[in-house]
């Protein structure tokens, strides 16, 4: 019986794969052989859920068995002794034969029975036939962000994806789509699932971030296209929070949305996730503390060694115990830097998930910027000069001079120029500056008590930003910064709290000015005078700064206010865009190139970038693609531009996987809909919809074994009673009495 059950589910098996091969020839347009029974959509035929319970049906055999080993017991005969009696040896082969057929026939069926019940037969619904011979369109999201890359993740997620595509019908189209920060068709809605299957091996992990709604909303526009059918998403993910913006996320889905979690319930993890460093350095020497962030997103405390590597040297190394949940910094300093770029990464002992275990920085090594000061009298400058070298760092290299005795020479080898109280220039000076600025100069003028606005509209009226009007002031009274624009550079700084107060600044005189048409307006008196004027010039920037840059008509230099301001002019007049790195995805622009004079870029791997590889048409902007070091070939030499993965990926913490099925649900869905979608993690374990016959077999392998035990009852004790109507034999001892 064993074999004939085996045989039987070897044809079956069989069976189905050549019906499968049979519909597969057919929909790649071989020729197949008609059959009206097999187009029928209407056609329902038995299944079963769970086939490989038909196996029970080897238990059969028991009651066979127990019909043929049970032996039927000796009736007991009182005897006195066996003194008298000789034992003579007898030979006797007994065959033994099935009693009781209909009992057995009744044991057997009520086995046959509860086995089928556990199978789950059901017969299918005329509908669902027909919706699966039209077949579904199935489209597979496959995660491919860093956290995939934490221990197995990925491989399991990969034989997830061949479980769905084995268990699919062969008549369901089925596309494959890999989603991070955005998402990439790797093969179109297809009944080739051959061909989808090895699509699946030349998938690897990426070091992008997740975002959940831009990969659903590549399955919906994929899904947009597709012939009538059921539609289907399968999400294979590790499901972290990180990757949902419940804010901006959720929308109707145009299908149902099955998830399937690859990720472990504990995971581990230590990162490097963030660096405090001054990015351009102008003395010879990193004088200044470096803090590099260590974060475990653990549940346990880890230890680590931290090393900071600069140029490919190892400048420092670190012991660090860090709890669960918790950020520790660590601090480096004191090491020496070269000209140029100076390429650093902060580094960690590996884990189970590496990609984030370097963080990659550049600090600049860059000589002062050249601030020329032309003052009308000495000492006029003096709080300027203070303001100017209060950091070890100092970025500026200034040279005061009197205004008379500025030459051409002084004026091209600074990098910005303030004009501090000066009534009057040559007007060959002023066509100078002119010029000067509009190479890309930056140029900051303070009138002061000295200046007229006679003589100053004359000689600056095409370089001012403003026209200048009477003199208010010096007076008793004053008046108070009424307001500036906090979105402005200069000023953004001090628009958070307690990032500074212009309130209690006193300003006795100023110059009233109107602005010119190109102007702007960066910060206005109580009374409406403009106080701070801005105006690019060709390539380079005026600023207008009515009152004075001394304590004659302000207490301004007596404020704490005073030093950031001198700086975050002197900023804007010539900004510095270095940034100590960079993240993945992020649009950087390249120093110095224009669409006439490139500058060559390499990536980290060593390729150089072109039009439509992340470089943009006019090669201006390019778009990090890779972790590391991007170089730059200008024509003072190499330059490098660091980029790092995003950090939010290296928290694993989960999100709730129902709350997110039920966000995209969409609003035709119910409550119990949405339930059921959460619940199945695979297609192979959809319930399909039709009659199920597991039950009522059920109910009636219990009948029937209910009718056997009374019915074994009942042949038991009819035994009993037959064996208790058989007279008693007398005793021996009275038949030798009797003869004698």
């Known amino acids: 019986m064993t074999s004939a059950v085996m045989r039987a589910l070897r044809r079956s098996r069989w069976r189905a794969l050549a019906d499968r091969s049979h519909r597969g020839m057919s929909t790649r347009g071989r020729p197949s052989r008609p059959s009206g029974r097999e187009d029928d959509p209407r056609r329902r035929v038995m299944s079963f859920l769970n086939p490989w319970f038909l196996i029970g049906t080897l238990s059969l055999v028991i009651p066979v068995i127990v019909h043929l080993v049970r032996r039927e017991r000796a009736r007991r005969m009182p005897f006195p002794s066996l003194l008298f009696l000789r034992q003579i040896p007898q030979k006797s082969v007994r ?161 149902r949305l099955i998830p399937i979690d690859v990720a472990r319930d504990e995971s581990t993890n230590l990162a490097c996730t963030d660096i405090g460093l001054s990015p351009v350095v102008y003395a010879p020497k990193y004088e200044e503390t470096l803090l590099a962030k260590i974060t475990n997103f653990g549940d346990r405390r880890q230890s680590t060694r931290v090393r900071l590597w600069l140029n490919g040297h190892l400048v420092g190394e670190r012991r660090l115990e860090l709890e669960a949940r918790a950020s520790r910094a660590v601090e480096f300093g004191g090491f020496a830097l070269l000209e140029g770029s100076n390429r650093g990464i902060v580094e960690i ?43 070890r760092n100092n970025p500026y290299a200034l040279t005061v001079k009197p205004a008379g005795r500025a030459s051409a020479v002084d004026l091209e080898r600074a990098n910005i120029v303030i004009l501090n109280d000066v009534p009057q220039m040559s007007r060959t000076m002023i066509s100078r500056l002119t010029r000067w600025v509009k190479r890309g100069g930056g140029l900051l003028i303070a009138p002061g008590r000295r200046v007229t ?19 208010v002031g010096p007076n008793r009274t004053f008046e108070l910064l009424a307001q500036f624009d906090a979105r402005h550079p200069i000023f953004a700084p001090f628009s958070g709290p307690r990032s500074g107060n212009f309130s209690q600044v006193r300003f006795y005189g100023h110059i009233r000015a109107t602005a010119k048409e190109t102007a702007t307006v960066l910060a206005r008196l109580a009374g409406g005078d403009p106080l701070l004027l801005e105006q690019s010039l060709g390539r380079g920037r005026v600023i207008l700064f009515t009152s004075s840059l001394d304590t004659s008509w302000n207490d301004l230099p ?15 007049l010539h900004p510095m865009d270095v940034r100590g790195w960079y993240s993945l995805g992020e649009a950087i622009r390249i120093p110095g190139a224009t669409p006439q004079t490139p500058v060559p870029v390499d990536t980290p791997s060593e390729r150089r970038l072109r ?55 969409g609003s035709s869905r119910g409550p119990r809909e949405r339930r059921e979608a959460t619940s199945s993690l695979s297609l192979a374990e959809e319930r399909p919809k039709g009659r199920t016959l597991g039950w009522p077999l059920l109910v009636a392998a219990i009948i ?35 003869t004698m």
């Open 611 to 665: 039009p439509g590889d992340g470089l943009s048409p006019d090669g201006t902007v390019f778009t990090a693609r890779e972790q590391g070091f991007y170089r730059l070939r200008t024509g003072d030499g190499e330059r490098y531009i660091a980029v790092n993965v995003d950090v939010r990926e290296s928290n694993l913490q989960k999100l709730n996987v129902e709350e997110l099925v039920t966000a995209f649900g």
């Open 558 to 572: 007596l404020s704490p206010m005073y030093v950031p301001l001198v700086h975050q002019l002197l900023r804007r």
């Open 704 to 738: 029937l074994f209910i009718v056997e035990g009374v019915w074994a009852k009942w042949l038991r004790d009819g035994a009993s009673v037959s064996e208790a109507s058989i007279p008693k034999a007398k005793p021996h001892s009275a038949i030798l009495s009797r």
């Open 349 to 391: 002992d590996d884990d189970a998930l590496s990609v984030d275990n370097r963080f990659f920085f550049v600090i600049e090594k860059v000589d002062p910027l050249a601030v020329l000061d032309l003052e009308s009298m000495r000492g006029e400058s003096f709080y300027l000069e203070q303001a100017l070298a209060v950091s």
């Open 95 to 255: 065959r033994r034969r099935l009693r009781h057929l209909l009992l057995l026939a009744l044991r057997c069926l009520a086995l046959l029975l509860l086995v089928l019940a556990f199978a789950r037969p059901f017969i299918p619904q005329a509908a669902e036939t027909d919706a699966r011979e039209r077949g579904r369109n199935l489209v597979i999201l496959l995660d491919t962000s860093y956290s995939m890359q934490y221990g197995d993740r990925f491989d399991r997620a990969r034989r997830e994806a061949r479980s769905v595509i084995a268990s699919a019908h062969p008549k369901d189209r089925i596309a494959v789509m890999t989603f991070s920060q955005g998402y990439e068709l790797r093969r179109p809605l297809s009944e080739h699932h051959e061909l989808v299957l090895s699509d699946l091996d030349e998938i690897r992990p990426t070091i992008r971030a997740t975002d959940y709604g831009q990969a659903l909303r590549g399955a919906e526009s994929v899904l947009a296209d597709a012939e009538e059918g059921e539609n289907v998403i399968v999400l294979i993910s590790d499901f972290q929070a990180s990757g949902w913006d419940r804010a901006r996320d959720p929308f109707p889905l145009n299908g």
């Open 453 to 471: 606005a006679k003589t100053f509209n004359r000689a600056f009226a095409n370089l001012a930003p403003a026209r200048l009007e009477e003199r």
